[in-house]
Nanobody, 114 residues
């Protein structure tokens, strides 16, 4: 059973950057397509970035050009570099596979505010 632990969130000013990490344990996820999602209270989780096992990436329009997903297969870890952050990026960020077949972690909270 895979256990996902997200970290790296925090408070950042608009225009700032953060790097999130998602460490997987219990099983090798290097062959999974992995993704980052985010959720605000009362809303569904939205997909923000995807990376395939082969390293291909894809982003929705609202994160394209600002967010970068990457992975280190040796560390069984997926990253999300977030630049040019906006207040509307404030959310709890989670990682999971795509489709979402793994158990959800606790997420990491990102707050973008001056």
């Amino acid at each position: 059973q895979v256990h996902l632990v997200e970290s790296g969130g925090g408070l950042v000013q608009p225009g700032g950057s953060l790097r999130l990490s998602c460490a997987a344990s219990g099983s090798d996820v290097s062959h999974y397509t992995m993704a980052w999602y985010r959720q605000t209270p009362g809303e569904q989780r939205d997909l923000v970035a995807v990376i395939t096992g082969g390293g291909l990436t894809n982003y929705p329009d609202f994160t394209k050009g600002r967010f970068t997903i990457s992975r280190d297969k040796a560390l069984n870890t997926v990253y999300l570099q977030m630049d040019s952050l906006k207040p509307e990026d404030t959310a709890v960020y989670y990682c999971n596979a795509l489709p979402q077949i793994l158990n959800w972690g606790q997420g990491t909270r990102v707050t973008v505010s001056s």
